[in-house]
């Protein structure tokens, strides 16, 4: 049977990226500018950051209430 290989990922540093964005609301700018959704590895933290992403867009605030609503 062939190996599976599974591309290069780090859990910790995509659960910083979004941890660093709840400590410092300004983060997101500067953060969606270069990752996006899609970037993550990890299929909920894609859609954690996505729904940080439409928060800022929309003008509201990021924290883990906001972002939790918007999750279900």
Avoid: C, W
């Amino acid at each position: 049977m062939a190996s599976v290989k599974i591309p290069p990922h780090n859990e910790e540093a995509e659960q910083s990226v979004l941890g660093g964005i709840l400590l410092n609301k300004d983060a997101i700018g500067s953060v969606s500018e270069v990752i996006s959704p899609g970037d993550f590895y990890n299929d909920i933290n894609g859609m954690i950051f996505s729904a940080m992403t439409s928060l800022q867009e929309e003008g509201k605030p990021i924290d883990v209430l906001t972002v939790s609503a918007r999750l279900k």
